[in-house]
């Protein structure tokens, strides 16, 4: 299983960013996808989850309504579009799949400053 994200960087209060998270070695189109984010001195935190279909998704209220999580099952790509950033946003962002246990990417730093 190899996750990699891509898409952070430095972006001011109030703008957007979408990060992306390429898939490889496991059947893609079968498992919940999910965005967590981890920010300096603080626990790994669930952003977001998208079923296996993309029917259903689930949202962490301090986002909800700012991020939107989507899938290409054909290009076995998850995304995450980030707008109206808040410096609170400011995170390393890990793209997540559970498949008897955790894996996890590297990491894409998301950094909201002016």
């Known amino acids: 299983v190899r996750l990699v994200e891509s898409g952070g960087g430095l972006v001011d209060p109030g703008g957007s960013l979408i990060l992306s998270c390429v898939a490889s070695g496991f059947t893609f189109r079968t498992f919940v996808m999910s965005w967590y984010r981890q920010a300096p001195g603080k626990e790994r935190e669930l952003v977001a989850s998208i079923t296996a279909a993309g029917g259903s998704t689930t949202y962490a209220d301090s986002i909800k309504g700012r991020f939107t999580i989507s899938r290409d099952n054909v290009k076995n790509t998850v995304y995450l579009q980030m707008n109206r950033l808040k410096p609170e946003d400011t995170a390393v962002y890990f793209c997540?799949?559970?498949?008897?246990?955790?894996?996890w990417g590297q990491g894409s730093q998301v950094t909201v400053s002016s």
């Open positions: 997540h799949v559970r498949i008897i246990r955790s894996y």
